[in-house]
């Protein structure tokens, strides 16, 4: 389903302008219609679900922190006085939301949504530094959802290995309104992933979060609060 912008942006409590951003930036999906544009009502939901709440979010390092202080990791990329603060906080974190859990753990990854075919995204996850994320790894892992067929495969990739990766592949970033068939998770300012488990339950609960559909969400965040009472009760 498609709507106007000046719909799109009475959902979002934004201005028309705003919305004309978000779709030149490629953080909304929609396609040009003559001189204005039709935008995705999935995406403009996806973002409603993002909004944020008051406060600063997270630092990479200390968000990556938390969530693998969750999983009884370590963090082994923080100092001690940082860990032993993220500690602290998790230790008073009660009843938290979706949107807390989303506010807290916002800046911990850059995403880009990419246009590949069919055949490259089986020979990305081949490659031993790329990890298989999302709500289909999800659902391999046991959480309490149902894949669609409509989700987009979605990867990690570290940084640094991502434009190598790109070009071998011939993998292209989606531009305003294309649809993308691929999102890439680059963790910002450190690599999370050395256990042999690869990516964590926190981490994927922690994607669900940003997810258009609602079911996901919830799984993400019934898992997150999982992990914490059982943390809390150690």
Known sequence: MEIV????????????????????????????????????????????????????????????????LLEGGAAPWLS????????????????VSADHWRSMLRGRSRVVRVVAHPAAIPRLLARPE????????AVRRGFDLVALESQRDEVYVPSEEWPALKKSLTLRDAGSGEEASL??????????????????DAALAADLLEAAEPRAVSAGDRRLSELLREWQSK
Not at 130 to 137: D, F, N, P, Q
Not at 187 to 199: H, K, Y
Request: charged share 25%.
């Open 130 to 137: 790329v990890h298989a994320a999302g709500a289909v790894e």
């Open 183 to 200: 999102v890439v998770r680059m963790p910002e300012r450190v690599w999370p992933f050395d256990s042999p488990g690869g990516v964590s």
């Open 80 to 95: 001690y006085s940082a860990r032993s603060q993220v500690r602290s906080s998790m230790s008073r974190l009660r009843d």
């Open 5 to 68: 912008v000046s719909e799109a942006a009475e959902r979002l409590g934004v201005g028309p302008s705003r919305v004309r951003q978000l779709l030149n930036a490629g953080d909304l999906q929609g396609r040009r219609a003559g001189r204005d544009w039709l935008v995705s009502a999935d995406d403009v939901a996806r973002l409603q679900g993002q909004r944020r709440r008051p406060g600063r979010p997270l630092g990479p390092l200390r968000a990556w922190g938390l969530l693998d």
